[in-house]
């Protein structure tokens, strides 16, 4: 059984840094997208970033271009999330999501990727 699960959130102060973690566990090949997520309370889950297996991205929000970037270590199934200059707007839950099933790779559905992860919070302070 596949086993995605996020790691590196936490409290952060305004204009630092974290850096999140992805493993797919159990999920064979690596020629699949995988994207990164985040839902504020209240709010609908939005689309991040997303990256092919052979390293070409795309990004869905306008908001965190130039502040957060997005990679993949194909050997070790570990999808990354370099977050930089963060706000407290930036404050959510961030999920992982591998194998894209439509071509809306920046969708939120739970429908749009075969696997999601559970989460980790990421909480900024002004």
């Known amino acids: 059984q596949v086993q995605v699960v996020e790691s590196g959130g936490g409290p952060v102060q305004a204009g630092g840094s974290l850096r999140l973690s992805c493993t797919a566990s159990?999920?064979?090949?690596?020629?699949?997208?995988m994207g990164w997520f985040r839902q504020a309370p209240g709010k609908e889950r939005e689309g991040i970033s997303w990256?092919?297996?052979?390293?070409?991205?795309?990004y869905c929000a306008d908001s965190v271009k130039g502040r957060f970037t997005i990679s993949r270590d194909n050997a070790e199934k570990t999808l990354y999330l370099q977050m930089n200059s963060l706000k407290p707007e930036d404050t959510a839950m961030y999920y992982c999501?591998?194998?894209?099933?439509?071509?809306?790779?920046?969708?939120?559905?739970?429908?749009?990727?075969?696997?999601w992860g559970q989460g980790t919070q990421v909480t900024v302070s002004s």
């Open positions: 159990r999920l064979t090949g690596n020629s699949y997208i």
């Open positions: 999501a591998a194998v894209a099933r439509t071509n809306d790779y920046c969708s939120g559905s739970s429908q749009s990727y075969l696997y």
């Open positions: 990256i092919r297996w052979n390293g070409s991205i795309g």
